[in-house]
């Protein structure tokens, strides 16, 4: 069974960091992209980011690059979102997706990140 | 950016009525290398997270009821659930996967 663990959310001040991580199993890890999709609450879903099998390639939706970083463990079988200089509008529930090369296709059951004073 | 507009913003359909739902990309998702259409739905129902129903415009994936039609081309995208069950109460999502940046709808939400 395909399994996607997030951890690591709560709440933090603004500026501050976090983050994130999700553990995989059921699946060859090293055979799919990984994803990170948010959803604010009352809002729709946002892409977030994502990195390829072997971490050659990540890519950031405009508003995360410079604060947040993506990274893999292949040998732990593992994601990772670090987020710095988080922000009020950074909220959301964080999703951890494998991804059939862009293709969303599997999804965890998210970890709600808050921001706020 | 692809720019992924949904409409409507949400419906309400009756039970074993035919739901519609419409998604159009700000520019073309059909690659010219291999002719298939890089565009995916989602079904997001409360309380849980999202699930895949269709990729590559109209590819089921296994499990998803065919009552779940995914139809068009190019720039222009319809998600038909044929026959409205109790159970398809959400909001639905289409996605590009055609390249970075990764782009949603804004989501319909479909009532009974």
């Known amino acids: 069974e395909v399994q996607l663990v997030e951890s690591g959310g709560g709440l933090v001040q603004p500026g501050g960091s976090l983050r994130l991580s999700c553990a995989v199993s059921g699946f060859t890890f090293t055979s799919y992209w990984m994803h990170w999709v948010r959803q604010a609450p009352g809002k729709g879903l946002e892409w977030v980011a994502n990195i390829n099998q072997d971490v050659s390639e990540q890519y950031y939706m405009d508003s995360v690059k410079g604060r947040f970083t993506i990274s893999r463990d292949n040998a732990k079988n593992s994601l990772f979102l670090q987020m710095n200089s988080l922000r009020v509008d950074d909220t959301a529930v964080y999703y951890c997706?494998?991804?059939?090369?862009?293709?969303?296709?599997?999804w965890g059951k998210g970890a709600l990140v808050t921001v706020s004073s | 950016d692809i720019v992924m507009t949904q409409s409507p913003d949400s419906l309400a359909v009756s039970l074993g009525e035919r739901a519609t739902i419409n998604c159009k990309s700000s520019?073309?998702?059909?690659?010219?290398?291999?002719?298939?259409?890089?565009l995916a739905w989602h079904q997001h129902k409360p309380g849980q997270p999202p699930k895949l129903l269709i990729s590559?415009?109209?590819t089921r994936e296994s499990g998803v009821p065919d009552r779940f039609t995914g139809s068009g081309s190019g720039t222009d995208f319809t998600l038909t659930i044929s026959s409205l069950q109790a159970e398809d109460v959400a909001v639905y999502y289409c996605q590009q996967h055609y390249g970075a940046p990764i782009t949603f709808g804004g989501g319909t939400k479909v009532e009974i």
């Open positions: 590559w415009g109209s």
């Open positions: 520019q073309s998702v059909l690659s010219k290398s291999n002719n298939k259409d890089y």
């Open positions: 997706v494998r991804g059939e090369g862009f293709i969303a296709n599997y």
